[in-house]
């Protein structure tokens, strides 16, 4: 802990619980980079909900659950924004087996934005979802803005490619 000990003011590190600051709020809730059941006091992964201005935003870094448990949902509460992976060799996450699927549909966010993805996992995704791409650098997201059917959104270097080869809308919201 040296290094993050050098920093000033508050530290988000990879442990579960809140963190406030301003009008920003982060919650951490334990959980596994593999299957359940999850150890809080020995995580391996931290699901990142951040809420700002209104918007509920879950980061799930390299989540590889194959479903959420019923704890981690109540914590979680209404996301309106879900920052997860759909492929992942190393959570064992692919098109097979849907895990990131899973986790999508259980949380119910309006927006996916996938981490990790590949042409079967994306395929698979806009004929779930209503397909956006952004080659946008920054993307700016309000309760108002927001679509009102669930839809995933694709940005990053791959997002012009999927949404030419996929037909996809570039996102205007």
Not at 14 to 35: C, F, K, N, R, Y
Request: glycine residues 8%; aromatic residues 8%.
């Amino acid at each position: 802990m040296g290094f993050v000990d050098s920093f000033p003011g508050q530290k988000l590190v990879q442990t579960a619980g809140p963190l406030t600051v301003g009008d920003v709020s982060v919650t951490g809730i334990a959980a596994a980079h593999q299957e359940i059941p999850v150890d809080p006091a020995a995580t391996t992964d931290v699901v990142y909900v951040v809420e700002i201005a209104g918007v509920r935003v879950a980061f799930f870094g390299e989540i590889g659950q194959t479903e959420l448990s019923a704890d981690q949902l109540s914590a979680l509460g209404q996301v309106d924004v879900l920052v997860g992976p759909l492929s992942n060799a190393n959570s064992v996450m692919n098109a097979t087996n849907k895990k990131g699927f899973n986790l999508a549909r259980q949380v119910r966010a309006r927006v996916l934005i996938p981490m990790y993805t590949d042409m079967d996992t994306t395929k698979l995704a806009v004929a779930e979802w209503k397909g956006f791409y952004s080659t946008a650098p920054s993307l700016t997201l309000s309760k108002a803005t927001l679509p009102s059917q669930p839809s995933v959104l694709f940005m990053g270097g791959q997002a012009a490619n999927y949404g030419s080869l996929l037909h996809l809308p570039e996102c205007n919201w």
